[in-house]
């Protein structure tokens, strides 16, 4: 594949997707980048995080949302979605520790690639959940600590 044209806009929208782990969509990426290209548009933003996904610079992640959320993080990892507060945080699972997914035997046909995604409630919306129900409780052993 022949090596795309050096673009500023595009290196400036994958740093920033490199220097956070909050999985933003287009839309954050372009609020973020745009404090540097006041003149960029949310279309260019979306191009150039497609772009980046392709040659496999960025993560595309499509957690059942529907809408996609970028990732600069391209280690092999996994998510987790809160259904809560909608945050999406990396889950770390040792090589050894999950299914060779690449040769399922139920799957016919050939595996290219696959996506995993867990989803439930995330540690502070829960610490919240728990403080709402019992909040004298949540008080008393903050006290303690
Ligand atoms: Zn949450
Ligand atoms: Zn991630």
């Not at 889950?91 to 290219?112: L, Q, S, T």
Request: with cysteine; proline share 3%; glycine share 8%.
């Amino acid at each position: 594949m022949a090596a795309r044209k050096y673009s500023r806009q595009r290196e400036c929208i994958k740093q920033d997707l490199v220097g956070r782990y909050d999985h933003p969509t287009a839309e954050m990426v372009y609020e973020s980048v745009r404090k540097k290209y006041s003149n960029i548009s949310l279309g260019t933003v979306y191009r150039n995080l497609t772009l980046l996904a392709e040659d496999g610079e960025i993560l595309r992640l499509n957690c059942g949302e529907g809408f996609d959320r970028f990732d600069g993080n391209t280690n092999p990892h996994y998510h987790f979605l809160c259904r809560k507060c909608g945050r999406v945080t990396d889950v770390m699972i040792p090589e050894a520790g999950h299914p060779d997914f690449m040769h399922m035997e139920g799957c016919r046909g050939r595996i290219d690639g696959y996506m995993v995604y867990f989803y439930g409630i995330c540690e502070d919306c829960l610490e919240a959940e728990q403080e709402e129900e019992n909040p004298q409780k949540a008080v008393d052993s903050r006290i303690s600590v």
